[in-house]
């Protein structure tokens, strides 16, 4: 973002105004805790700021300060959509494509609100006036502490904006341990900190507050789990009678991928997930050095992310499915033993 488009962001902050912050569909730590942190920041300013996700997300997500204020597309469409007609701004954070919002998309597209887009995702789309995209960053909550920085306005960081911004950052980097933290997100991290983020207290928020049927969940993936040791790959598979067995609930099976990743030698992890009410797979894909699951996400699964953690469909069956991602595996052999 240069200069003088942050004098122009300035000058249309600079009055109070209708603003409308959109999150990704089934939103995750980063996606709400930018959203829900870069609406304290405006209201703030005194704009009329209203976040909007596309559907519900997770209970472990559900206490960060402003929850009761997000609006939820599904459940309130109507009241939504009004909101997104009379927007003067739009702040789209966390996704670089507007098909991410679901059924929000239609409506999005429609509005003639100015369109910020703030992400680290690769290759953003370019629906938006202003685009501050930056793939080298940890997380979308980390961009918001910098924007709010190139804004002249750390000063208004409270502990609201501080408590948002550090569960994005702390769930995107996996507590500070991806390679995507830099000496720079802990700086960040610590003025959080000072600011007023509880980072014990967040952290047990999220992590330390699992049902026991969770639990029993993540011991059914963790006994479907297979290794191809030969291609350095594991994987997960659940299906919707498992789900259902355990009372799958929203945000259950998020970071389950990550267990195939903690295996010896292993550099590629992917979940692959039924949904019959969506009628798709869910998949997941992990992976460690510069194995791009990116591109092996865009090029055959129908989706994509960042290099280490991307998401895809697909609308074989679950078996069909496996056999596909085995099939193309082999296909890597060589990229996956370089790692
Ligand atoms: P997850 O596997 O946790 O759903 O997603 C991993 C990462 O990839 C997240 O940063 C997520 O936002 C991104 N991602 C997930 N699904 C998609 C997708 O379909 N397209 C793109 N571009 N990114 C995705
Ligand atoms: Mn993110």
Same mark, same amino acid.
């Given at each position: ?54 559907? *519900?997300?997770? $209970? !472990? ?6 929850? =009761?204020?997000?609006? /939820?597309?599904?459940?309130?469409? &109507? ?92 769930? *995107?980097?996996? $507590? !500070? ?6 000496? =720079?997100?802990?700086? /960040?991290?610590?003025?959080?900190? &000072? ?145």
């Amino acid at each position: 973002m240069t200069q003088t488009e942050i004098e122009k962001i300035k000058k249309l902050l600079a009055s109070p105004k209708n603003i409308v912050i959109v999150p990704h569909k089934n939103p995750d730590g980063d996606a709400m805790g930018s959203t829900v942190g870069l609406y304290h920041y405006l209201k703030q300013h005194n704009h009329d700021a209203t976040v909007i996700s596309p559907n *519900d997300y997770p $209970s !472990f997500l559900k206490w960060i300060p402003g929850n =009761n204020q997000v609006l /939820i597309h599904d459940y309130q469409t &109507e009241t939504s959509n009004d909101l997104i007609e009379k927007a003067d701004l739009i702040f789209t954070l966390d996704f670089n494509a507007l098909h991410r919002t679901g059924n929000m998309e239609a409506v999005l597209e429609k509005s003639k609100a100015i369109k910020i887009l703030i992400d680290h995702h690769q290759a953003p789309d370019n629906y938006a006036q202003y685009i501050y995209s930056d793939v080298g960053m940890s997380s979308t909550c980390q961009m918001v502490y910098q924007f709010i920085h190139m804004l002249g306005d750390t000063h208004l960081i409270d502990s609201n904006i501080a408590t948002c911004l550090y569960l994005g950052i702390m769930t *995107d980097t996996g $507590s !500070f341990r991806f390679p995507c933290t830099t000496s =720079n997100t802990h700086i /960040i991290v610590a003025d959080l900190i &000072e600011k007023g983020a509880n980072s014990a207290y967040i952290h047990n928020q999220v992590y330390d507050t699992n049902s026991y049927e969770r639990l029993q969940l993540l011991g059914c993936a963790l006994n479907n789990l297979k290794v191809i040791y030969e291609l350095r790959t594991a994987y997960i598979t659940l299906s919707q009678d498992e789900l259902n067995k355990y009372n799958f609930k929203k945000g259950d099976t998020e970071g389950v991928v990550n267990y195939g990743l903690s295996l010896e030698n292993i550099v590629f992890a992917a979940i692959f997930i039924e949904d019959k009410q969506e009628g798709i797979i869910k998949i997941s894909l992990r992976s460690k050095g510069n194995f791009s699951v990116n591109d092996f996400s865009r090029l055959h699964f129908n989706g994509g992310g960042h290099i280490n953690a991307a998401g895809g469909r697909s609308d074989l069956s679950l078996n069909d499915t496996v056999n596909k991602f085995i099939t193309i595996l082999p296909d890597y052999s060589n990229a996956l033993n370089d790692e």
